[in-house]
């Protein structure tokens, strides 16, 4: 008469089929929370590879980080970081695009955003240009940073490129302009200079261009 003889104990079946559905739910639940744990431990051990290597990259060079250098200032075993990523490589291409692929959507934004073509072209640099410069040219070794990425990582930097070529394009409405107006960028950047002064070049050429 709807009982069941199972060790959840002569209990009416509908009953015993509640609790059998509450203990999957309440299982799912701990697996669910235990697979978040997990992602976010691994987010924050990869975000810790990734800002070691950053220092040491520009603290030492690159040819002169190792993995274990990567792993002690990371505080992690360097099995570890081979389970991120296959070498070093790989490490330091994440790097570069961490460093740089985090701006675009905020570049793109300015695109949309109220303001002349002259605020925008600057905002804009501002974002993909002088943010990252200053970031990095404080460092000893920045200089080697920014030619190891052109020399052995060429796709990196010109998918860079190309994202830069669109935003620029899409506010000078000219792509020839566009890519003449990136041409002399590069120029004001070859002696190195502090942020402001390089921030002080962009807007003079700007004022040129727009």
Not at 127 to 155: H, K, N, T
Not at 190 to 203: E, I, K, M
Request: positive net charge; contains cysteine.
């Amino acid at each position: 008469m709807g009982f069941t003889g199972s060790s959840e104990g002569r209990m009416p079946g509908g009953l015993a089929r509640s609790i059998q559905i509450d203990k999957v739910h309440k299982y799912c639940q701990l697996v669910r929370m235990s697979d978040e744990k997990s992602q976010e431990r691994d987010a924050q051990r990869r975000a810790a590879i990734l800002q070691a290597a950053r220092e040491c990259f520009l603290q030492f060079g690159y040819t002169k980080t190792s993995l274990d250098d990567i792993a002690r200032r990371a505080n992690i075993s360097r099995p570890l970081i081979y389970r991120k990523f296959k070498n070093k490589d790989d490490i330091f291409t994440a790097v570069i695009e961490e460093l740089f692929e985090t701006r675009y959507p905020r570049a793109e934004q300015v695109l949309t955003s109220p303001g002349t073509r002259r605020d925008k072209l600057l905002r804009v640099y501002e974002i993909l240009l002088l943010e990252p410069w200053d970031e990095l040219m404080g460092a000893p070794m920045a200089a080697d940073f920014y030619e190891v990425c052109s020399r052995l990582f060429p796709q990196v930097e010109a998918k860079h490129v190309r994202m830069q070529l669109k935003l620029t394009q899409a506010i000078l409405e000219n792509k020839e302009l566009a890519e003449v107006f990136m041409l002399a960028v590069d120029g004001l950047q070859g002696d190195l200079p502090a942020t402001r002064v390089l921030r002080r070049r962009l807007q003079l050429l700007i004022e040129r261009f727009v």
